[in-house]
């Protein structure tokens, strides 16, 4: 299974290109701070204006520079489900571990469109699966009963759950009846994910705090949620003030501040406001990140 903090990568950029130097510098912190597991490419790793190069370049750069330390969950996913598997094969050649698929985006499939799609990329591609259920962003969302039937395919390991819904790690847990991964999308909410059934989330603020991310997620898996509550109450301006703005802007400015890599986004994501700068080096200092 997959579990604990696992990061969604950023894809750093320097003048337009892809920052490999800083790529490597990232991977390498991020295990050295005790991190659980890394995805490239996703929704934060600004996977829908890079190129295929790009993609599959970030992708090979993490999974070397993780070298198996921690599990690489490569972003993978697509609405059309040839180029989802063409991505899949580069993740399985490039040594990730697993992939992540994204619902179908803008095609609007009804939920039968939904399972044959994943049916599609599980039955032509090796490596596990995990299905990224993000309905505010990919309009329709996998249901509870749909998830149930794909996890009876035997490479569809778990879910990273960003629908908001806090009762989807119950509902998936009694309907679900092998070991899954139950990873919250959603730093805001994990530990009451957690508290749900789930075992973990693939976080946007640990790509800044690594350390306390990991340290909370661990302190859910023990069981430990009063411990969890009061650092996710430390942790919760933080989270809050990433996504003041549309992100990955704000976690790009954080991790320039720790001279990971620079703030620069791609189009149509927008340098961060002063006012919004200011918000976040403040509560870096504040948590003593900076």
């Not at 802007?249 to 703030?263: H, I």
Request: proline content about 6%.
């Amino acid at each position: 299974m997959f579990r604990g903090a696992i990061t969604a990568l950023v894809t750093p950029f320097i003048n337009g290109q892809l920052d490999e130097d800083a790529l490597r510098r990232i991977v390498r912190w991020q295990i050295e701070e005790g991190i659980n597991g890394l995805v490239p490419v996703g929704t934060t790793g600004e996977s829908p204006t890079l190129s295929e190069a790009e993609h599959k370049r970030v992708i090979e750069i993490t999974a070397e520079e993780a070298n198996g330390r921690v599990p690489v969950i490569a972003g993978a996913g697509s609405n059309n489900p040839v180029e989802a598997v063409e991505y899949s094969h580069h993740a399985q050649k490039s040594g990730a571990d697993a992939t992540l698929h994204v619902a179908g985006y803008y095609n609007k499939p009804n939920q039968a469109g939904l399972y044959e799609h994943y049916r599609y990329v599980h039955d032509n591609s090796e490596l596990p699966i995990i299905v990224y259920n993000i309905p505010p962003r990919a309009i329709v969302g996998v249901e509870a009963e749909t998830m149930a039937k794909l996890a009876e395919l035997p490479r569809i390991v778990g879910v990273k759950d960003a629908t908001g819904d806090l009762t989807r790690p119950i509902q998936e847990r009694a309907l679900i009846e092998k070991e899954f991964s139950y990873l919250s999308g959603d730093d805001l909410t994990s530990v009451a994910y957690n508290a749900g059934g789930g075992n973990g989330c693939i976080s946007v603020t640990s790509n800044i705090a690594p350390r306390q991310v990991a340290e909370l997620q661990a302190l859910c898996l023990e069981g430990n949620f009063l411990k969890a509550q009061a650092l996710q109450d430390k942790l919760f301006a933080l989270h809050s003030a990433l996504f003041c703005e549309p992100s990955p802007a704000g976690v790009k400015y954080g991790m320039s501040l720790l001279n990971l890599c620079s703030e620069e986004c791609r189009l149509p994501v927008m340098p961060l406001s002063e006012q919004s700068k200011a918000k976040i080096k403040k509560v870096m200092q504040a948590l003593n990140i900076i």
